[in-house]
């Protein structure tokens, strides 16, 4: 019985690490369709420049920066805002609470909504793309279209410990998401 299980354990784990290794790097920025608003997760390097260049090809009007410290101004966190001189600092939104992928889907929710946002671009890496993706979609309502946008790691290489443990957070995801879905 106790093998079995390890069994179930292992095999579990390994579809769960293959879905994570299958998401699809973003398509080319060009390509996005427009959407009202970008929820960008903060996280790793790359993603709010990645984001600000989303919205400067105007494919979002609004875009929240969800994961933010409390005490963070926008000028800290993208010291580069004067480069994109088309993006105004008041389309910008830092959501200052979450702590979590899924408390930033929670969030951002608030915040779409508020803003009238009818469809996103969820702009994260892509390594935490499968989690984020499919949080927010557990989380978002139906009528709320989102588009996701993975930023392809800039070391192009990514390491087996980071691989484990996103797809261990993700199982976690997955059981929590089942349990209280």
């Not at 009202?36 to 875009?63: Q, W, Y």
Request: proline share 4%; charged share 20%; aromatic share 12%.
């Amino acid at each position: 019985m106790v093998l079995f299980f390890l069994v179930v354990i292992i095999a579990v784990y390994l579809q769960e690490r293959r879905h994570i290794l299958q998401t699809s790097p973003g398509v080319n920025i060009n390509d996005l369709t427009p959407c009202d608003c970008g929820v960008v997760l903060t996280g790793s390097p790359g993603r709010i420049h990645e984001a600000f260049e989303v919205m400067t090809r105007g494919k979002i009007n609004k875009l929240i920066i969800s994961g933010v410290y409390k005490d963070t101004q926008l000028h800290e966190i993208f010291p580069q805002l004067a480069d994109f001189p088309d993006v105004k600092s008041e389309d910008i939104i830092l959501e200052k609470i979450s702590g979590s992928t899924y408390q930033n889907a929670v969030q951002s929710l608030v915040l779409v909504q508020n803003l009238k946002c009818k469809n996103i671009i969820l702009i994260t890496s892509q390594l935490h793309m499968y989690r984020a993706y499919r949080t927010f979609k557990a989380n978002f309502p139906a009528n709320i279209e989102i588009s996701p946008y993975s930023i392809v790691n800039p070391n192009k290489d990514v390491s087996e410990f980071a691989i484990f443990f996103e797809t261990i957070k993700s199982l976690f995801y997955f059981i929590a998401e089942f349990n209280f879905g």
